[in-house]
């Protein structure tokens, strides 16, 4: 991989040491994105006009992650709620692959979000996941470090009402 290019690349975030890196999302990105949702289980699969729409209007907060051969590894979709202060995170899809990877990459995808809300002065994000991925969120949020401590401040757990079984977070960022 020619990593000249990704550096000088507008829509690249961020970089790992593992050549895998964040960059927004685009129109084409839609059937890697497919793939993974459809994977996934019980995530309601993107069409790609929808990927084309997220891509262009809520570009800064939609990403990608891909690894050194630029397969698309993970994704975050964040939508701007009616405050002004807060963001809807719709999806956070990881490919699979060993669980430890799944936490990198998903903490690889937070963190960028993250990084990019405390620049705009967003401080909150609400999400919610179902019952079985409530570990994998958990641990992503708040387990072995793998958010960067200097982003949360805490992390609100409630159950919702509109679908049967999923639990809803509000995140306070710093």
Known sequence: ?????????????????????????????????????????????????????LSCAQKDLCLVALDAENNIIGYVFGMRCDLQ??????QLGVASMPLKARYRVSSLLINSLFRKLKKKDIRSVI????????????????????????????VEIRWVVPTEGELMFRVKVK
């Not at 990593?3 to 990105?29: G, M």
């Not at 069409?47 to 729409?53: F, Q, R």
């Not at 179902?130 to 387990?143: Q, Y």
């Open 127 to 154: 999400f919610s996941t179902s019952r079985d991925k409530v570990n994998f969120i958990r641990h992503t949020l708040m387990g072995e470090g793998y958010v960067d401590a200097d982003f949360i401040i805490n």
């Open 85 to 90: 202060d807060e963001v809807f995170i719709w």
């Open 1 to 53: 991989m020619d990593v000249s290019k990704i550096f000088n690349n507008k829509n690249v975030v961020c970089v790992t040491s593992n050549n895998e890196f964040v960059r927004r999302l685009l129109p084409f990105d839609w059937e890697g994105i497919k793939r993974i949702a459809e994977d996934s289980g019980g995530f309601t699969v993107p069409s790609a006009y929808v990927v084309w729409m």
